[in-house]
């Protein structure tokens, strides 16, 4: 495989990630950090930092728009629910996993 290839691959695997995550609406983002240490933000912060590199003038906002297909004030309105107590013990108990992002 090429390098080419290579990034074309890794490329189409990102999308389909952003399109599954857009098409399970259902799965909340606590859940996904709980159990992944990874979520929709994340996933927006990292497309931000990789666009800003080339792009100094790329806004979070639309880094968000792009990976939860709306703006996030629509997500929340539409698609979040508030965080049950236990959501929250386990979101707690799981930060050390979380992942790091720097810059944010």
Request: glycine letters at 2%.
């Amino acid at each position: 495989m090429t390098k080419d290839q290579q990034i074309q691959a890794e490329a189409a695997a990102f999308r389909a990630l952003v399109a599954h995550l857009q098409q399970r609406t259902d799965v909340q983002n606590i859940d996904l950090m709980t159990l992944a240490g990874f979520c929709r933000n994340c996933l927006s912060k990292w497309y931000s930092a990789e666009v800003k590199k080339m792009d100094p003038d790329f806004d979070y906002a639309d880094a968000q728009r792009y990976v939860y297909g709306m703006t996030i004030e629509e997500w929340k309105s539409n698609h979040q629910t508030e965080a049950s107590a236990e959501q929250m013990q386990r979101y707690e108990e799981s930060k050390p996993l979380h992942a790091k992002i720097s810059g944010y």
